[in-house]
């Protein structure tokens, strides 16, 4: 009867130890598991090579004067009102810029000859040194209309383009959603290159 008894501990006492060596390696293996998790998701040795520098040519430089013209309120005659722009090197984007800034610009004491809502779709330059400005139809849509208004109208961006591009520009056709128009409001003939 005894024997049954220390047959019967050290049977349990087996599978007390048996338990606690699986729950011992299983522990194990749990830890060895997240340490090596732990090392993929760790910050590399050496920092991520910097990104590639941008093209300097795509860096404006610093802000240069540009003259706009715009509407004297109170002698109602166009002059030139001085703002700095970054100004890109490259002929055609300058240009974009400084036609975009005419149409947007609108300092207090000045009105802008250029309807609101007005927007330059594109601009280039030929060989001929013909500069092309392509305007939404708010250019003719919103106009006031009448001789004086449209000639101060083309003045405004006649004068801001020579006087930005004394050497690079000759004439400007000005088109209106990609096509030359005969006029703006009926009054100025468009259709072919201008100058001052």
Do not use: C
């Amino acid at each position: 009867m005894v024997r049954n008894n220390s047959n019967a501990g050290f049977s349990r006492l087996l599978v007390i130890w048996g338990i606690t060596l699986i729950g011992i390696a299983i522990g194990l293996a749990v830890t060895l598991f997240l340490i090596s998790r732990s090392k993929q998701s760790a910050l590399p040795s050496a920092p991520p090579p910097l990104p590639a520098a941008a093209n300097l040519s795509d860096t404006p430089p610093p802000p240069q004067p540009v003259n706009l013209f715009l509407l004297d309120a109170t002698s109602l005659a166009l002059v030139p009102v001085k703002t700095e722009r970054r100004l890109y090197t490259e002929t055609t984007e300058r240009l974009k810029q400084v036609v975009r800034a005419l149409i947007q610009e609108t300092p207090p004491t000045f009105r802008n000859p250029i309807p609101r809502g007005t927007s330059l779709t594109e601009a280039y330059i030929d060989s001929q040194k013909i500069a092309y400005l392509d305007f939404s139809r708010h250019l003719t849509d919103g106009h006031i209309g009448g001789t004086t208004a449209e000639r101060l109208t083309v003045e405004a961006i006649l004068k801001t383009v020579f006087d930005a591009f004394p050497a690079e520009i000759k004439q400007v056709q000005i088109l209106i959603d990609g096509k030359a128009v005969e006029t703006l409001a009926g009054h100025l003939h468009l259709s072919q290159p201008l100058r001052l």
